[in-house]
């Protein structure tokens, strides 16, 4: 399956190359500010990569991904506070219930289609909001829930930045593994189907709606994991990061990452996440007294240039430049002989840039 | 794809142009009073009262430069984008001019301060990671800020881990006072409590004969605690809640709120937040034609709400600091020279009309630490002590004396009850 | 106050939001018939359009010539906007160029901050603030130009798409994109009409908008979403329908307010509409169905 550009051998050995290097990275990053920013691109990469199987696969938008974080957040931190539950059990209960979340919303809007989805996704990412403002005697409002305790296991408590870099990553590495499986099994294609054309792949006997509910509950699932570590990690949450502005920063993730493979996911979450915290050091360096206003002006313009240079996103963009080159390396070593052939996926890449020509 | 390359070139050049002459548009204001400027400077030298923050030994008895030796660097979190951006704002501006100050008049035990300054464009995740940054990178000695109260809540196991001294300017008691009813031992606060807000409005809805109360608040963090503060304390006073509604802080119009308060017939109305829904809330009010009073929250300590509620804020009274009405506070006052000479500074630098109270609880954050540092050095942890030893200390906010067992240092002498009247402000009778 | 007359404020509350998102809803469907973006920086072109109004009137001009002004600034910037941003991602796909539109929308609001500041600025109301009784509600004028507007906006873009040739040659685009070409339109251009259009209507709006609601740099996040939400309502592809989407968003809102919780309004105004879209899977005035899942 050439789909993504990349098969199924290179995806295992990106894989292993990734697990080597995650875990040699600390040796290099001895500083917490890193090993948090780390931690970050774990969680949102977890919340990415849900996302991306959930658009990318199954074509399904969902600008309302970030009710799932939260969900998984509150139900954690007040499992955790008010009944004194186990952190660990705690997690398990919180991703079923999502999961549970997932499906009975899932059934009604997916029988939405395109535009209506997106709303209908939109309007239960802000409902999941407002219940996490209002519900003040579960959730503590609008104030937030003090007091979340920290992770631990057997008398080993994950108590600084290393610790939870390693825990966030094993973790995000494990969901990325099963997203691979997934990709790669009768489902994944199944869902490429439905990606491709919903209608000629029902007509196939495809039960469209079963695999994106399946799709939908595992993508939540991920996000409810993903908040439940936020919460365990800074031990404090309010309905703020959970709001309407990071569903859409998790699409913006997906999207610049690159839809069609999860490892695009992996590079959209990094991106993003490293870039803006690369503007907070340079953009004061060349303008004096400058601060927030101007990174977020930076931040934008670059979110456009790469997005006009790399509408296929960074990861599908990087494969296609790098097999240019290389075919253009090859074809100058054999010259004359076979100049005759084309590899199909730039056919593809044109026919896609001749479709909407707007 | 030439084509492409060119357009996305000239976006660049366009964009980055555009920034160029914006930043000059933005840095207008600031340049105007430039002429004046050393003149401001050097009465800047926060003329002090008698915990003098300004470490003026230094300046006159070695008129050795500043920077000569190592500078002391201090950490300040800011919301200066995002929806907070109307506190973060004035307290990045205050920072700024305060690092220029000292350092004209020799710093601190004749080491420059450099202050590091990190938006956390009112985000909590953001807040954390330029808070790690500044412990683990510019390794400051202690940390101004930041601007909310979510965002202090969020950052408050980072800074107690690493154990660098955190003085945020954000409202909640709850930053300083942990569920278990400790106190955190790294975390300060400067700005006064809702409690200690809430309890003045009490008061002085109580004096004034206002028994029923409609009370609209805001739903975010900074509503919920007044909301909380004051169906704590109203009932002890007598005081009647008859109706309580919520609003977003970027709905456009609260009509259906207001006549639903309206309907309940109270005999004032409170409404906590800040503009500009705090100031729709104040027009609407006008327009439905409400005859009862209408209070406001200390949220609205700056001159926006007034140029922007227009008539609908004559009349409006409010909790808040000194700092707006310091022009008519009597001499003795303890906090009156402080307060003049800061507005004197801040508007001279950044235009008549810019004041705010969030600028002081920066200028607080600042000098508490400052005035700290004179007495322990460079060490996070003699800091601390310092700091919380710090007695009497006249701010802005208020006169703080903090101890082991407050880290928010004031008493209700930090708030006063603020009328506008004809667009000036003035204490309310 | 009698009940009926507490009804009734909020039915005059919430034409009055629905007025407001349906300009800008109307902005939002405006792109999309053309080019099936969807706009996310609609609701900074309605920012502008009231901060530079208001830029404008500071400097002494006179509120027509400062509408008309930032109108027309508005309008330029819109089509720059589709000029350098949309134009050179030619053949990406529609979510690429949705997500350019965000990128838009961050460095507009960024500079929004940046030349205006966080305060929340206000222009005085056209035609007096003395409130009009009408049986027991108060309409405040502002709220007929708002109301007004709104009509005039739509009885325009009709009149414009049925009767003029260039808006025949919009329509043809929003239909067939390959037809037209054949037909000999431009699509480019007709695209870049589109975006000028709407950060036109998106202008109109925020200066009609603003002696009311006031304006700061990041009120169009929330006009945005309520003005999005309002056109899917309608079809997203309906101007009639944007229009009574934005009065059933505004009615909805004001009416929960009122009569059930301020807290949970909006909540209670998207599970009304959820009921809609089940009811009516295509919208209130139908439209063309994408039959994917995507934006």
Not at chain 1, 231 to 238: C, K, P, R, S, V
Request: charged share 15%; net charge positive.
């Amino acid at each position: 399956m050439e789909r993504n550009g990349i098969g199924k051998y290179e995806n295992y050995i990106t894989l292993g190359a990734l697990i080597v290097v995650m875990g040699s990275l600390p040796l290099l990053l001895s500083n917490s500010y890193h090993l948090s920013i780390m931690a970050f691109i774990g969680i949102n990469t977890m919340l990415a990569v849900g996302l991306c199987l959930l658009m990318g696969y199954a074509g399904q938008v969902s600008l309302g991904h970030a009710a799932f974080y939260g969900i998984g957040a509150y139900t954690s931190g007040i499992l955790t506070t008010t009944f004194k539950m186990n952190p660990w059990l705690a997690i398990g209960v919180a991703a079923v219930f999502t999961g549970v979340v997932a499906y009975v919303i899932g059934v009604p809007m997916f029988r939405l289609k395109g535009n209506n989805l997106a709303m209908g996704t939109l309007g239960f990412g802000i409902i999941v909001y407002i219940i996490f403002v209002e519900m003040r005697d579960w959730t503590g409002g609008p104030s937030g829930l003090t007091g979340i305790p920290s992770l631990s296991i057997f008398g080993f408590t994950f108590d600084n930045d290393l610790k939870y870099y390693y825990l966030i990553w094993a973790i995000a590495l494990l969901f990325l593994v099963l997203s691979l499986n997934i990709v790669n099994s009768r489902v994944g294609r199944a869902l490429r189907s439905i990606h491709g054309s919903e209608i000629a792949a029902e007509t196939l006997g495809v039960n469209t709606n079963k695999y994106k509910i399946q799709i939908l509950v595992v993508a939540a699932m991920y996000a409810s994991v993903a908040g439940s570590l936020y919460a365990h990690y800074l031990t404090f949450i309010n309905p703020q990061p959970f709001s309407f502005k990071l569903s859409i920063e998790i699409v913006v993730m997906v999207v610049i990452g690159g839809l069609s493979s999860v490892w695009g996911a992996l590079l959209g979450a990094a991106t993003t996440t490293v870039l803006s915290e690369v503007l907070r050091g340079v953009i004061p360096q060349f303008l004096k007294g400058a601060t927030g206003e101007y990174e977020i002006v930076v931040f934008g313009i670059i979110l456009m240039v790469v997005m006009i240079f790399l509408p296929e996103g960074l990861f599908s963009g990087s494969v296609r430049i790098v097999k240019s080159w290389r075919r253009e390396k090859e074809s100058k070593q054999r010259t004359v002989d076979e100049t005759a052939i084309v590899e199909p996926s730039s056919v593809v890449a044109e026919g896609h840039l001749a479709v909407e020509d707007k | 794809m030439r084509n492409r390359i060119w357009f996305a070139t000239s976006l660049a050049v366009v964009l980055a142009l555009l920034i160029l002459a914006l930043g000059g548009c933005a840095g207008a204001p600031a340049p105007t009073p430039t002429p004046s400027k050393p003149v401001a400077t050097a009465a800047a030298t926060p003329a002090p009262a008698k915990a003098s923050p300004v470490a003026s030994p230094a300046a006159s008895s070695k008129t050795e430069p500043a920077a000569s030796k190592e500078p002391y660097k201090i950490g300040a979190l800011a919301a200066v984008t995002g929806p907070g951006s109307s506190l973060g704002i004035p307290e990045r501006n205050t920072y700024q001019m305060l690092e220029e100050q000292v350092n004209k008049s020799g710093g601190i035990n004749g080491h420059p301060v450099q202050v590091v300054i990190r938006d956390t464009e009112s985000d909590e995740t953001k807040a954390v990671l330029a808070t790690k940054k500044l412990i683990e990178e510019d390794k400051v000695l202690a940390i101004l800020g930041p601007s909310l109260s979510g965002e202090s809540l969020a950052i408050a196991d980072t800074v107690t881990k690493a154990e660098v001294p955190l003085i945020s300017a954000a409202a909640s008691i709850m930053i300083v006072v942990n569920k278990d009813g400790s106190i955190p031992k790294w975390v300060f606060k400067t700005p006064q409590s809702d409690a200690l807000i809430v309890k003045t409005l009490v008061d002085h809805l109580k004096t004034k004969g206002y028994n029923k109360i409609g009370w609209l608040s805001v739903s975010n963090a900074y509503g919920d605690s007044g909301t909380t503060e004051f169906q704590k304390l109203a009932p002890s006073a007598g005081l009647n809640i008859v109706a309580k509604e919520t609003f977003a802080a970027t709905d456009t119009d609260m009509t259906a709120q207001l006549t639903r308060v309206k309907g309940a017939n109270p005999d004032a109305i409170v409404v906590w937040s800040i503009p500009p829904s705090a100031a729709i809330v104040s027009k609407n009010a006008a327009q439905l034609g409400i005859k009862q009073p209408v209070f406001q929250s200390h949220g609205i300590g700056n001159k926006a709400f007034m140029s922007v509620a227009g008539p609908a804020a004559n009349g409006v009274v409010f909790p808040a600091g000194k700092l707006l009405v310091a022009d008519a506070l009597p001499d003795s006052d303890a906090q009156k020279k402080v307060l003049l000479q800061y507005t004197k500074d801040y508007t001279a630098k950044f235009g008549a009309d810019t004041l705010s109270t969030f600028g002081g609880h920066a200028w607080d954050c600042f000098w508490v630490v400052a005035d700290a540092l004179k007495k322990s050095g460079p060490d996070r942890a003699k800091l601390r002590d310092a700091i919380e030893n710090t007695k009497d200390f006249v701010g802005i906010t208020g006169v703080f004396s903090f101890s082991a067992k407050d880290h928010n240092g004031l008493d209700n002498r930090a708030v006063t009850m603020v009328e506008i009247k004809d667009g000036k402000w003035v204490p309310a009778k | 106050m009698e009940f009926y007359q507490q009804v009734l404020q909020y039915l005059v509350t919430g034409v009055t939001l629905g007025s407001i998102y349906a300009i800008i809803a109307l902005g939002f469907i405006t792109i999309y018939n053309v080019t099936g973006i969807v706009n996310f920086a609609q609701g900074e072109f309605v920012m502008l359009g009231a901060l530079i109004a208001i830029s404008l009137y500071k400097n002494q001009v006179p509120i027509v010539v400062a509408f008309v002004g930032s109108v027309m600034v508005t309008t330029l910037i819109g089509a720059a906007l589709q000029r350098i941003a949309i134009r050179p991602a030619k053949g990406a796909s529609t979510l690429t160029l949705i997500i350019i539109t965000i990128g838009a929308s961050i460095t507009i609001r960024g500079l929004g901050l940046i030349t205006w500041g966080p305060d929340p600025y206000s222009l005085p109301a056209f035609s007096g603030d003395q409130p009009i009784a009408f049986g027991g509600a108060a309409i405040i004028p502002q709220s007929f130009w708002v109301f007004g507007a709104t009509i005039v906006v739509l009885g325009g873009l009709y009149a414009f798409f049925e009767w003029t040739l260039l808006g025949k040659a919009v329509r043809a685009c929003a239909i067939n994109v390959s037809a037209a070409r054949l037909m000999g339109i431009s699509p480019s251009s007709m695209a870049l009409f589109s975006f000028a259009l709407s950060a036109g209507l998106g202008a109109i709006g925020g200066v009609v908008m603003a002696p009311m609601t006031l304006a700061t740099y990041d009120m169009g996040s929330m006009l945005a979403l309520k003005g999005f939400v309002a056109a899917i309502v309608g079809g997203f592809t309906s101007t009639p329908g944007a229009v009574v989407g934005g009065f059933l968003i505004g009615i909805l809102e004001s009416m929960g307010a009122g009569l059930i919780s301020s807290g949970y309004k909006d909540a209670i105004a998207f599970v009304v509409l959820f009921l809609v879209l089940f009811l009516k899977p295509n919208g209130l005035f139908g439209g063309r169905d994408t039959g994917r899942g995507g934006l």
